[in-house]
């Protein structure tokens, strides 16, 4: 594994790549849930730097304003068979547009599988990218994060100003 640090306006991010994809990207405080096999080893050279080059182009586009914005960068994914369906179900989830744990499960076939989709969620690695900020409890509060709710809120705001002003120039 191969890291990298990203300094944006809600602080630092680190990414993970190995040489099949970007791993990871994670705030500070999620330090402590991220898989064991992420643990970044020394720097070497690779492929894994063009996926962090291609994931810090895309996080500068994001905090810039550019939410359409989708890069085609190369996902070394693990998880269990149900997260990877979670985390592909909410990969089409646009910027300003929220949903709720339950809208996942029922789009997923899984109607009563709301809470299995929150936990899916919170071992997401992929913060931001894999948008599972964009989840919220069936009421519209914002419930759990790995990031931290204040996090949560924080890209919530982000996108939400920016999806007004994309919006507003198309009308």
């Known amino acids: 594994m191969q890291g990298s640090r990203f ?3 809600v602080g630092e991010i680190r990414m993970l790549a190995s040489d099949r994809g970007l791993a990871a990207i994670y705030f500070p405080v999620q330090s402590g849930r991220i898989e064991p096999r992420l643990a970044p080893g020394g720097p070497r050279r690779g492929l894994g730097n ?3 080059l291609q994931a810090e182009a895309f996080l500068a586009c994001y905090f810039d304003g550019d939410l359409d914005y989708s890069p085609d960068i190369p996902l070394d994914r693990y998880g269990s068979r149900f997260q990877m369906d979670v985390w592909n179900a909410i990969d089409g989830v646009p910027p300003g547009v929220r949903e709720s744990y339950g809208d996942v499960a ?7 599988a ?3 989709v929150a936990g899916a969620l919170a ?7 894999v948008p599972c900020h964009r989840i919220v409890g069936a009421d519209g509060r914002l419930t759990g ?3 931290g709710l204040p996090m949560k809120r924080l890209l919530l705001d982000h996108e939400d100003r920016h999806a007004d002003a994309v919006r507003d ?3």
Do not use: D, W
């Open 50 to 52: 063009v996926f962090l």
């Open 169 to 171: 120039e198309s009308a």
């Open 145 to 147: 994060y790995a990031g």
């Open 114 to 116: 709301a809470r299995a």
């Open 106 to 112: 029922a789009r997923m076939g899984r109607p009563g």
């Open 123 to 129: 071992r997401n690695p992929l913060a931001i990218l």
């Open 7 to 9: 300094h944006s306006p």
